[in-house]
């Protein structure tokens, strides 16, 4: 199975966080499931870490070498991408989210999430 991690459960599961759950690491732990991180958790955790946002531990520079050396793989924004985020229903705000959402669904990969606004966009997402 194909697993984008939603960009907090990415940051959990490098800085070994004990917020990431038992079932979570199962499945990124899971040799029958390929882990993806997307080019908007980096951008993310880049723009939060500017700000200087205390939940964000490490700049996206380190987190994409923390994310090389775990081995996920990486989905880069297409096009088709940004267009499927005007189909989703106004669920939640943030455009890092949205954007989570709209790559899994148009991929279509399974989205790993804490977030159950995030969870409610389809049955697809994996809420842990």
């Known amino acids: 199975m194909n697993l984008l991690l ?3 459960i990415a940051l959990w599961s490098i800085t070994e966080d004990p917020k990431l759950s038992a079932y979570a690491l199962e499945l990124i732990s899971s040799p029958e499931n390929t882990v993806w ?3 908007v958790n980096v951008w ?7 700000r200087r946002k205390k939940l964000i531990p490490i700049s996206g520079r380190k987190s994409l070498d ?5 081995g996920y793989l990486f989905l880069s924004v297409e096009p088709q991408h940004t267009v499927f985020v005007e189909e989703l229903p106004d669920l939640h705000r943030d455009p890092f989210d949205r954007l989570l959402v709209a790559q899994a669904l148009a991929e279509p990969m399974r989205l790993i999430t804490h977030d159950s606004k995030v969870a409610q966009y389809n049955n697809t997402i994996i809420l842990v």
């Open 66 to 70: 923390f994310f090389r050396r775990a």
């Open 44 to 50: 993310e955790i880049s723009i939060k870490n500017s």
């Open 6 to 8: 939603d960009t907090h």
């Open 37 to 39: 991180v997307s080019s």
